[in-house]
């Protein structure tokens, strides 16, 4: 809990510095008197160090894992599978729908999901998508404060899930906060439970996506900005969509 304030506070101090209720000089200044300026990334130190652990936990623990996974559960299993752990993640696509404005996407979503849950056995099968055509409105805490113009802040690599940023780190505070998800549901004895569940629904869905990212990494001279960017680009377009 003191995390989570912690965090929360930090986003209001960015965002408020963002807005010049604080004395922050303007990006534009910068560059009027010097001509350009320097990506803000004050914890590029640290980020480049973590990445590098991240990567080599991938490398040699992660994804050897993830292809034993898949060589044992076959694709049909694993799709079933990361089609029920979607399902029951609804309430967070719903209420950050619903806190964009997005209400068109949020009575689809609740389509979506009574579907799913009714007619493809609790979400295993993802009737909705590919019988109707009921594409996913995919939108979380992080893309929501984007959309209320919460600045990104600094860049953050964290130990294991890789790029985020001050603003989706709030956002998965109040994730953890808010009892929407499966893990956060008060239906496990304790929280090893949680994890545990938590920990399969990840290595199901890394099962598929091992591959990706050794094609994708083979060649990289320099992992970190190259995460790093892939990361930010994503989510701007993901807010802007």
Not at 25 to 43: I, M, N, Q, R, V
Not at 132 to 159: C, N, R
Request: aromatic content about 14%; charged content about 20%; overall charge negative.
């Amino acid at each position: 809990m003191r995390f989570a304030v912690v965090v929360l506070f930090l986003l209001f101090f960015y965002g408020c510095a963002d807005k010049n209720i604080v004395n922050v000089p303007d990006e534009d200044d910068f560059e009027s008197e010097f001509g350009s300026t320097e990506e803000f990334d004050p914890l590029s130190g640290y980020n480049r160090i973590m990445t590098k652990f991240n990567n080599a936990a991938y490398i040699y623990v992660i994804i050897p894992t993830a292809d034993s996974y898949r060589k044992v559960v076959p694709k049909g299993a694993r799709s079933s599978i990361n089609n029920f752990f979607d399902n029951i993640a609804f309430p967070v696509r719903f209420v950050n729908n619903l806190l964009q404005g997005k209400f068109s996407n949020a009575a689809s979503e609740t389509r979506r999901f009574i579907i799913n849950t009714a007619v493809g056995f609790l979400g295993f099968a993802n009737v909705a998508d590919e019988i109707y055509g009921m594409q996913k409105h995919d939108e979380d805490f992080g893309q929501t404060l984007g959309a209320w113009g919460v600045p990104s802040g600094p860049h953050i690599v964290l130990p294991l899930l890789g790029p985020s940023n001050l603003r989706d780190l709030g956002g998965e505070v109040i994730n953890y906060i808010a009892p929407l998800t499966y893990n956060d549901w008060h239906v496990f004895e304790n929280d090893w439970q949680s994890i545990g569940v938590r920990a399969f629904s990840v290595l199901n869905g890394l099962s598929d996506f091992a591959p990706m990212y050794e094609t994708m990494t083979k060649d990289a001279i320099d992992l970190y900005p190259l995460m790093k960017n892939m990361y930010e680009q994503r989510r701007d377009k993901l807010i802007k969509e």
